[in-house]
């Protein structure tokens, strides 16, 4: 093992930190996806001669084969086949939603082993970055062709399933599992998280409430966009200051979780990858993420016609569980283990960074694309984010769990998606959106 270490390394040629202060870098989204991941078997390339033949088969063995999900992966040259060869763009669609799932959790993996190198701030500000990184690249892609409501409906979608779906399996999965043993967590992590969540919920509410208290929606609609355009530079300020809270002047609220695991030996102590090759396969996987996401957003509409499903069950429902399935699998996972903390950080953790950091900067990068997108998400989609909100601080709120809650989540999270099943809104002309159109 020593031999195959040596190049990484020459390649880094520094390795920050070690053993418990590397682990400070970690989140919780990437202690989750470590549920998922296996061990690899490194006999064989070890007896490759050649050391720049046995580094790269050995990167490749880590990075495709060192994670439970990689029987998906033929399903990125599959979708990439369908869209060249013409086949059914149902097809392509829903290749590429499969070929999201790992390519996910491998982001939240080579972002973990940057940071063996780069240290704990550095690493923590990565990890913030790249933590939802296919759900801003799919909202990009939308916005690029125009799509609003796809992407206000992909984004809303990613914040319910965190909040109600993750959590509540959590909660119910974890209840289950340890009936005989009291649950607790660390309350001051949900607190946190629970008002950035309601400073989110103001944000989107104004917007709504400012144009439904006018004369005329064409009167509201610039002073609603303005509001909106405000609302999210206000968001991505709170988001640093939130950033500057996790990472600096309070790390230990969200370093409490880290201590028990170095019984369970989950946190690793050495990276297995050197930095420059993971930084090589973080910017390809970003690049095939990208891919994979033009074709989602390119065919989510003939899926829709194809399979009779509306576009807003699609992109609020299945979307969101197919990308996230590996972090949520890792959450409740933990949940099992009577782990709470780690499955609280990832559904609370993921929410927050969708919310006020996700949504804000798609609508600064639209109105720097020209494109009138603004914070009112409608009133059934408010109203869901509202409730649902609410109804997780309540909770959170005695630092307490039973399976119980964990149900009560999980049944309003089917009665939203029975709403959206139902609901067979056509999409907006984006066309309209184009400033100066």
Not at 361 to 371: F, Q, R, T
């Amino acid at each position: 093992m020593a031999s195959l270490q040596e190049p990484w390394l020459l390649e880094t040629g520094n390795l920050k930190g070690c053993s418990k202060e590397i682990r400070h870098g970690r989140t919780a989204h990437n202690m989750s996806s470590s549920s998922l991941r296996k061990k690899s078997d490194l006999t064989l390339v070890s007896k490759v001669r050649f050391v720049m033949l046995r580094q790269f088969l050995t990167n490749l063995q880590e990075v495709i084969l060192g994670t439970k999900l990689s029987v998906l992966f033929p399903a990125v040259p599959l979708a990439i086949v369908a869209q060249c060869y013409g086949f059914g763009r149902p097809w392509v669609f829903a290749l590429s939603l499969l070929g999201l799932t790992p390519l996910a959790e491998r982001i939240s993996f080579l972002t973990e082993q940057i940071a063996y190198y780069t240290g704990p701030t550095v690493g923590g500000l990565l990890n913030a970055t790249c933590g939802n990184a296919t759900e801003l690249i799919i909202a990009i892609f939308a916005l690029s062709q125009h799509k609003i409501d796809v992407v206000k409906y992909s984004l809303l979608g990613s914040v319910l399933s965190n909040l109600l779906l993750v959590l509540g399996t959590s909660l119910f999965c974890g209840g289950i599992a340890n009936l005989r043993r009291e649950q607790k967590y660390d309350r001051r992590q949900a607190d946190v998280n629970s008002h950035l969540l309601l400073l989110a919920l103001l944000c989107h509410s104004l917007p709504l409430l400012f144009r439904m208290s006018g004369a005329s929606a064409a009167l509201t609609a610039d002073p609603t966009l303005q509001l909106s355009r405000a609302s999210s530079i206000v968001m991505l300020i709170a988001y640093i200051s939130y950033l500057v809270f996790q990472l600096f002047t309070h790390r230990q609220l969200f370093e409490a979780q880290e201590e028990s695991e170095d019984d369970d030996g989950i946190s690793e102590e050495e990276p297995v990858i050197g930095f420059w090759s993971g930084f090589i396969w973080l910017v390809g996987m970003t690049a095939v993420i990208a891919l994979l996401s033009e074709y989602v957003v390119g065919t989510i509409e003939d899926a829709s016609n194809s399979w009779g499903i509306s576009v807003s069950f699609i992109s609020i429902i299945l979307l969101p569980i197919v990308g996230n399935a590996a972090e949520h699998a890792g959450a409740i996972i933990f949940a099992f283990k009577n782990k709470l903390d780690i499955s609280l950080g990832v559904a609370l953790g993921s929410a927050t960074q969708i919310s006020m950091f996700v949504v804000p900067l798609c609508i600064v990068v639209a109105w720097i694309m020209g494109i009138k997108m603004d914070l009112n998400f409608n009133l059934l989609e408010t109203g869901s984010l509202a409730l649902s909100i609410i109804a997780v601080a309540f909770t959170l709120q005695d630092g307490t769990s039973h399976y119980l809650k964990g149900l009560v989540l999980l049944l309003l999270y089917i009665v939203i998606g029975a709403c959206f099943f139902v609901l067979k809104t056509p999409l907006s002309n984006g066309i309209d959106t184009v400033i100066g159109a």
